[in-house]
């Protein structure tokens, strides 16, 4: 506390806010989570996995806290909201909340009870915004605990097994630590000890089941932005009572710029959003123009951006996604990965992601490598494939049958399984699919799950495509490091394979005839 101390500088905003509080708070309360990760017996008494770790980091939209088990991944308990202290008074924000425990979100925009003291009025909507301001992130980053914190106040948030009612305890910990008339020590009212407690509240909590993520995606939109409240009140207005009357706005007035109303427009629109075209995706992997029959070409630009910069960008995103806003599970996984709809907010790209857990990443890279090889077959016989993202955490939701995954596989939407997709495998359907195993072939590559499951049936083409290639062999890379002598003897390495692709496309054939007889 000495070296904060000495080291202090006046708060000018929220950046300076966050920096101060990682250093004074945040950083004392990860040393002392450190000290109970390390004994066995507190690690017994709150829960902990041994040699997991639970400590705050940066993210893109404020400070996380982490807990983090090796071999399995990290998650998110409780999310920090900065505001500065000249912007949030705790006579204000004491005055909003005064006499209640629990907001009711869904009553946020009713202003019919305003009093006749504005200072109360702007106070009660002033605490409202800044709380519904970190609700959205809560609800959206699907985590139940987190605190606003202005360098004077905190305001402790919960929100319990009904989402739309958020659970608050405000506390000034300077005052509360310096109460007179109390001879104990008030240490477990400091700042430090405040926080630490409600993170290891955090931690024993159980994570939000099914039923509560469910319901918390079918909230509706209470569109109270702080920034917008905060320019809407003058200043004086904010610091001390005022009589002068206020004119009401009305509510679509008052309430418009919110991250729930974002996240609930998004809600609404990610299952109407086209996914791109395999050409559209073919000239944004390897270079080229537009493609002007893509649905989504109005959202890319006069042109494709770089692809390294498609990939970083989304990377970026695919650190902290909105589930269903920009990511939705398409609820289908074969024997590893799971796929999801993703779409590119800032230019409208709109594909697929084959999700890998961290210990397959390995196999994310082999199948990457094997769609390289077969650049000149992607977008007629297999998907278009732009590359891989690979994130720097675990990205976890107990909400769908993936848990943890690292590695992001992309690629342009081939359709649906065909024998789901088409009541009837016809001959024409029957050639094109194995008219596509043949090019495989060709380039002298192996599938090794050739089988109906991994042929997809897109309607918007009428063409089938072969997937998941995670399994795949190819002659050429297994050439790789052979001598040219060796080589030579070109009959003799390729009569196996060819009979093995015979074979290959025996058994497909097989399989399509056995589901047209049935």
């Known amino acids: 506390m000495e070296a904060a101390s000495q080291g202090a500088k006046p708060v000018r905003g929220e950046s300076d806010l966050r920096n101060r509080g990682q250093y004074v708070v945040t950083d004392a309360v990860d040393k002392m989570m450190k000290t109970v990760c390390e004994d066995p017996t507190l690690r017994e008494t ?8 639970v400590f705050f980091g940066d993210s893109r939209v404020g400070e996380m806290c982490y807990y983090h088990i090796p071999g399995v991944g990290g998650d998110f308990i409780l999310h920090v909201l900065y505001e500065a202290p000249h912007r949030l008074t705790p006579g204000q924000l004491e005055t909003g909340l005064d006499g209640e425990t629990v907001i009711e979100l869904s009553h946020v925009m009713d202003t019919s009870h305003q009093t006749g003291d504005v200072f109360v ?23 139940r605990f ?23 305890f405000l506390t ?90 974002v996240q609930a427009e998004d809600l609404r629109s990610m299952d109407d959003h086209p996914y791109c075209t395999h050409e559209c995706l073919r000239g944004l992997t390897f270079g080229g123009s537009l ?39 398409l609820n289908a996984s074969g024997s590893v990965g799971s796929l999801f709809k993703i779409r590119l907010l800032s230019h409208g790209y709109t594909l697929v992601a084959k999700a890998f857990h961290r210990y397959d990443g390995d196999l994310a890279c082999y199948e990457e490598d094997m769609y390289s090889l077969l650049r000149d077959l ?42 789901h997709a088409l009541s009837k495998v016809g001959e ?24 109906p499951r991994n042929i997809l049936y897109d309607e918007r083409t009428g063409k089938c495509m072969i997937v998941d290639l995670e399994r795949s062999q190819s002659s050429d890379m297994e050439a790789l490091g052979h001598t040219e002598t060796e080589l030579q003897s070109h009959e003799l390495v390729r009569k196996p394979d060819d009979v093995r692709f015979a074979a290959e496309a025996k058994s497909l054939l097989a399989s399509l005839t056995s589901v047209e007889a049935c």
């Open 146 to 168: 987190g605190y606003i914190d202005t360098g004077e106040v905190k305001i402790f948030l919960r929100i319990g097994e009904d989402p739309s009612r958020v659970e608050y």
């Open 46 to 53: 709150f829960g902990i996995v041994a040699d997991a770790k």
């Open 121 to 143: 009025s702007e106070s009660r909507r002033i605490a409202a915004a800044v709380i519904t301001q970190l609700y959205a992130t809560m609800i959206q980053k699907q985590v």
């Open 428 to 451: 024409a359907i029957t050639n094109q699919i194995l008219t596509a195993l043949a090019q495989l072939h060709k380039y002298r590559v192996l599938h090794h799950d050739a089988e």
């Open 291 to 329: 493609d002007e029959k893509c649905p989504n070409a109005k959202d890319h630009g006069n042109e494709h951006i770089d692809r390294e910069e498609f990939l970083r960008l989304l990377g970026e995103q695919l650190e902290f996604p909105r589930i269903n806003a920009e990511f939705l599970p």
């Open 172 to 261: 000034v910990p300077s005052r509360d630590v310096e109460a007179e008339g109390d001879a104990e020590p008030r240490l477990h009212l400091t700042s430090v000890a405040q926080v630490f407690a409600f993170t290891l509240l955090a931690l024993q909590s159980p994570e939000p089941d099914e039923n509560w993520i469910n319901a918390s995606l079918a909230l509706g939109t209470w569109d109270m932005a702080c920034e917008v409240v905060l320019e809407e009140i003058p200043k004086m207005d904010r610091q001390k009572p005022c009589h002068k009357a206020h004119a009401p706005k009305k509510e679509n007035e008052l309430y418009r710029h919110s991250p729930l109303s």
């Open 378 to 419: 992607q977008g007629d016989y297999i998907p278009v494939c732009p590359g891989q993202v690979v994130l720097s955490r675990d990205m976890y939701c107990v909400h769908y049958e993936w848990s943890r995954s690292e590695h992001f596989l992309l690629l342009s939407y081939a359709g649906r399984p065909v024998l």
